[in-house]
């Protein structure tokens, strides 16, 4: 019964839970936005902007590419979370991701010995 009560408390004072589709909104929106801001996708929308002098275009054509593939991100993130239990995928995104930043490690180390060596 005690343990019902602290329960009940824990769950009142966390403030996630009294909005969980504005705070879900905010951390994804924050999220893509910085992750985006300032990469190669918009560095690529700038210069067709730039080069076709037809900024409302190349806005709605990258807006539509950026729906997409968020669509795309959205469906089979779904389809990982049906099929896919919780701990088996952190496990797996979390190997993915080590051996890219090893990838790129190894990457840097072997540019920096050819660039070194040009020298």
Request: net charge positive; hydrophobic share 50%; proline share 3%.
């Amino acid at each position: 019964m005690g343990k019902s009560n602290s329960n009940s408390k824990i769950e009142q004072s966390d403030p996630k839970d009294s909005n969980p589709f504005l705070s879900i909104l905010i951390t994804s929106f924050s999220t893509i936005f910085l992750a985006e801001l300032g990469d190669k996708t918009q560095l690529a929308t700038l210069i067709l902007s730039a080069q076709s002098g037809r900024p409302l275009i190349v806005f709605i054509g990258a807006a539509l590419a950026l729906i997409s593939t968020s669509l795309l991100g959205v469906l089979i993130g779904r389809w990982i979370a049906n099929n896919l239990p919780r701990q088996r995928f952190t496990v797996l995104s979390g190997i993915v991701m080590l051996s890219l930043g090893l990838y790129l490690v190894i990457q840097g180390f072997i540019d920096f010995i050819q660039i070194k060596n040009l020298s």
